[in-house]
């Protein structure tokens, strides 16, 4: 009757010794007359069981099958019951094979420092890792199968990156404290399907606490071994960076590698970026980093910040009686006080056409003349410029001249704003409250709110804008953890009135969604509707009928 099956069968002992065969088996076995009374593995070449031995994987003669194991009721033999087939067997090979890859990956996820959870699209938790427990102190199992809004009702959670990745469907980061009173940095990622469909967000956790705690421990250990540094820098004839340098992202570190490749050749170099992105810093490491330090001195002169009929006696100097009030003695330009170092432009812009021909002569001729003399005197000086505007549009207008242009242009660097490199803010922002604590002998620290805000900040005054804020923090506020209610009144406006709109609308729509987002602001602040009313001139019973037609509840005003 078993040889009417089309599989193959085979019957065995406990001990895997062959008792019976079909017919079909048989087909597929060499030497087929001899199996009997053969133990399993004596026939076949491979004999792998999986699934706790209930499926067998095996192959003879090159042949792969597959087997199902089974007992018989009433014996202690087994019957193998399975087939011989190229798909099935390809089929276990890429199940073995995507548990190998998973194993790997489990080991990855659960070996990595920082924190790790993924949930799917609807917020629910589906795995997480041991570190996990070191950033919460709570079990990684607690997080299986929870949903991110009943986390952040326990106060496991404050913020929810989850949500935000789904709105915006980016990348998104925010600093903020966890469970234990941490400071932590969430980035959550989307992962997409095939359809373009988020179906998965992995969320790093980041304990900024121990990255802060390891920075002040290193500022400790440079400031011990500076002095030795800066010799051992300076034998080596390679200047150690300025102060307020922070290169923490690849932009900056792309820039200041650059800026380090032409140190020491004397091709101009014109540097462009907003005001306060730190274009004169960057000026100054390409001449500490210079054989020029040796030899000559940085000196820097604004453009803008001096009217131009005294510019030119102060770029190139002037001889005696050359004009009313001139210093009888004569007096030497910045070209001449730069010599044999580096001579810094900046706002160069900013400089009047008369003087752009002058400026170009002395790039050109290697030579200056003083206002009023009569020999032109040798230099060797190396000039690098600097502005916030856009030379190239000025050219095509004719307020800058366009032989000038290229013979600054030589080697461009571009400084991107400070919102651009986010990775450089809150190290900047450790940096400036170290120097402001030291210089005014405080000793204040950002909360985590505070440090989510400057994360978030753009930042239009740069680096500057961050410096002078920090600096004023520092001076009025009492309290030694600074927090977002702390920042001066226009700062926080801007924080409340950010409208996100992540989708197209109506300019209607629009309108609707900013009064509806301004009213829930105020009912946060104001006791009713006449102080609303008040607050945001108009009327009582407008403020009523607006409270109506967004379903805002007025008793929480």
Avoid at 446 to 475: C, H, K, M, T
């Amino acid at each position: 009757m078993t040889d009417n099956l089309p599989f193959s069968l085979f019957v065995a002992s406990s001990e895997g010794v062959i008792r019976y065969s079909n017919e079909v088996l048989l087909r597929y076995l060499p030497n087929s007359k001899t199996i009997y009374n053969q133990h399993i593995k004596d026939v076949f070449s491979s004999w792998k069981e999986l699934r706790g031995g209930k499926i067998i994987y095996a192959s003879c003669q090159e042949k792969n099958c597959i087997f199902i194991k089974d007992h018989f009721a009433d014996s202690d033999d087994l019957v193998y019951i399975g087939t011989f087939s190229s798909e099935l067997t390809s089929l276990v090979q890429e199940l073995e094979e995507a548990r190998r890859v998973n194993r790997e990956l489990d080991a990855i996820i659960e070996n990595s420092y920082d924190g790790i959870y993924i949930t799917d699209k609807d917020g629910v938790t589906v795995k997480t890792n041991s570190a996990i427990e070191r950033l919460t102190g709570i079990p990684k199992e607690y997080y299986q199968g929870k949903k991110v809004e009943d986390l952040m009702k326990r106060g496991i959670l404050k913020n929810s990156v989850t949500h935000r990745v789904l709105e915006k469907k980016r990348a998104v980061s925010l600093v903020q404290e966890n469970y234990l009173g941490r400071e932590t940095l969430l980035t959550g990622n989307p992962v997409f399907n095939e359809k373009g469909e988020i179906e998965s967000i992995v969320t790093n956790i980041r304990d900024l606490s121990e990255l802060n705690e390891l920075q002040v421990a290193l500022s400790k250990a440079n400031q011990l071994n500076d002095s030795y540094k800066k010799e051992i820098e300076r034998l080596k004839g390679k200047s150690v960076r300025p102060d307020g340098v922070i290169i923490r992202s690849h932009s900056m570190k792309r820039i200041y590698d650059s800026a380090l490749r032409v140190a020491n050749v004397d091709a101009t170099v014109l540097i462009l970026g907003e005001t306060g992105t730190g274009k004169d810093v960057l000026a100054r490491f390409i001449y500490e980093n210079s054989e020029r330090s040796r030899n000559g001195e940085f000196i820097k002169i604004n453009c803008g910040a001096i009217p131009p009929d005294l510019l030119e006696s102060e770029l190139f100097g002037y001889v005696s009686g050359a004009f009313t009030g001139a210093n009888a003695k004569g007096k030497p330009g910045m070209f001449e006080l730069a010599n044999e170092g580096v001579l810094f432009l900046d706002e160069v812009g900013e400089l009047p056409l008369h003087l752009q021909v002058k400026l170009l002569r002395v790039i050109q001729e290697r030579e200056v003349q003083r206002l009023g003399g009569t020999k032109p005197q040798k230099l060797n000086v190396r000039i690098i410029a600097a502005t916030n505007r856009n030379l190239k549009e000025m050219v095509s207008v004719g307020e800058f001249r366009e032989d000038l242009f290229y013979r600054l242009n030589v080697v461009p660097i571009a400084i991107p704003r400070l919102a651009e490199r986010k990775d450089d803010i809150l190290p900047l922002v450790s940096y400036y409250f170290t120097v402001m604590n030291t210089k005014y002998h405080k000793k204040k620290n950002a909360s985590s709110s505070l440090n989510d805000f400057f994360y978030q900040y753009s930042w239009p005054g740069n680096v500057r804008e961050l410096a002078n804020l920090i600096e004023r923090l520092v001076l009025v506020t009492e309290e030694e953890e600074l927090k977002v209610e702390h920042l001066p009144i226009e700062y926080r406006e801007a924080k409340e009135v950010t409208l996100e709109v992540n989708e197209m609308m109506t300019l209607k729509e629009a309108g609707e969604f900013a009064e509806r987002k301004i009213l829930q602001l105020a009912l946060k602040k104001y006791t009713n509707t006449y102080e609303l009313a008040k607050a945001l001139k108009t009327s009582q019973p407008t403020i009523v009928r607006k409270l109506k037609k967004y379903k805002l509840n007025a008793n929480d005003a």
